[in-house]
Every structure is written in structure tokens, then in C-alpha cells.
């Protein structure tokens, strides 16, 4: 059975799965989806059309799906969606999506938001990330599986960050950041791979050691960067991950490339 307590209020139409529970003084609105298993532990605001997977922990004055902060806004009624097992932290923000953004902002399952931290409009999260308190995104940012977001760090708006990248404390994120990469600094620079976590992704030592001599080809070999990234091409047939790593770079629209700080990767 769900239970709510008496100072809540859930508006007709609001849709609370089997065995979740609304705490004290918590909000939900009409168009709301709360899937089963569910905690809002107290004092907590979800609007839109959100919708939240099964056995999710929401903690104070957590806010969800409140209107994109988006200048083009003009009061439309759009989508926030938030996957399974997610633990959202004292108040945290999600906004819901834009109708030029395609009208949807989009979390994955098991995340873990820390105090504070922000998921601007229509950006699309993957599963299993982490952002530490205050991690912050701008709108329409994509952030893949298994990302690290550093305490007090920003990412600009349209920025991309691919699969099991970590970013470290207070970046600010200009660019797009490779999967597997390290970043880091008050404007973050590319440092190398994330080792530690592509351990924990059960990489061998032989994968390990190619991709890491891809990386050192790429970005610190002889040459301009776009000289460079003609030569290694070939290197995709040697590791999935070097192949995703190249096609992450080839899809870029937006924004440039977040690169080391050294002045041969400069020109691009």
C-alpha cells in the first residue's frame, strides 16, 4: 500500500505507485507519474509531466519538473522523465523540457545527485552518473553512462559528455569531453583517461594499454590536432572503445573539443 501523510498535497490525476510513500508537506501535481517503491521523504515539489521510475529516494526540498529557464518558454506544458533507483539529495532541481529542445529532459536510472545539483532543460542523462553537490548543467547538455561531475563544476549548455568521463571539482565545462576522458580546472582541460574508472569497467591491461597509446597518438603526437585525427582513424578497428571515442568526435555539432591545455592541440 502507498501512504501519504496528511499535509501532503497530491493533485486528481497524479499517478502514485504500490508501496511509495509521500512525506510530510510534499507537492505533486496532475500530470505526475510516481512509479512503486518510491520515498519522497518531505517538502518535496514535482510538476509537469514527470514522471519517476520504481524505487527512487527523494529527499527536502527537491524540486522537479519546474518550468525550463529558458527565455523561449512560454508556459507549455512539456515532460521531465526520471529513471529507476535514482537518490536526488536535499534541493536538487530538474527542469522540464522546451518545445524547440523536443519538449522532454531526461535522467537515467540509479543516479546519484548530491545537494544542490542542477539538470537544466532538455538535457539527456544516462544511467549510473554521479554529481557531486552543486554539479550543474545548462540546457540540452548530454551526459553519458557512468559520468563523475565534480562538486561546484558547470557544464555549458549543448556541451556533450561521453561515457565514464570524469570531471573533477569547480570545472567549468566548455566543451565537448571524450568518453573515458579525464577533465579538470577552473576551465577544464583535457588530462588524460579515466583509468580508475575504466578499471572498474573491467578493462585488461591490453585494452588499457591501447587506448592509452591512441590517446597519447591523438592528442600529444607530432603535428596539428586535425592532422593527427586523419592518422588515427585506422585505430578504431583495434578497441570498441577507441572506435567510440572517434565516432564521439565526429558527431560534434555544437561545441569544440575539450583538449589538453598544451599549445599543439590548440588548432583544431
Known sequence: MSTTDPTARIEDGAVIGEGTSIGPYCIVGPHVVI????????????????????????????SLGTPPQSLSYRGELTRLQIGRDCVIREQVTMNAGTVGGGGITRVGDRGYFMNCSHVGHDCQVGDDVVFATSATLGGHCEIGDFVFIGGLSA?????????QVMVGGV??????VIPFGLVNGQYASLEGLNIIGMKRRKFTRERLAAVRSFYQKLFHGPGIFAERLIEVQPLAVED?????????IGDGKHRALCLPADSSNRHR
Do not use: S, W
Not at 557544464?155 to 561515457?163: D, E, K, L, N
Not at 570545472?171 to 565537448?176: A, F, H, I, S, T
Not at 570498441?240 to 564521439?248: K, S
Open 155 to 163: 557544464v555549458h549548455q549543448f556541451t556533450r559528455i561521453g561515457p
Open 171 to 176: 570545472c567549468g565545462v566548455r566543451g565537448d
Open 240 to 248: 570498441p572503445a577507441i572506435a567510440e571515442i572517434l565516432t564521439f
Open 35 to 62: 512509479g512503486a517503491n518510491c520515498k519522497l521523504v518531505a517538502h518535496v515539489h514535482i510538476t509537469a509531466q514527470t514522471t519517476i521510475g520504481a524505487g527512487c529516494t527523494i529527499y527536502p526540498f527537491v
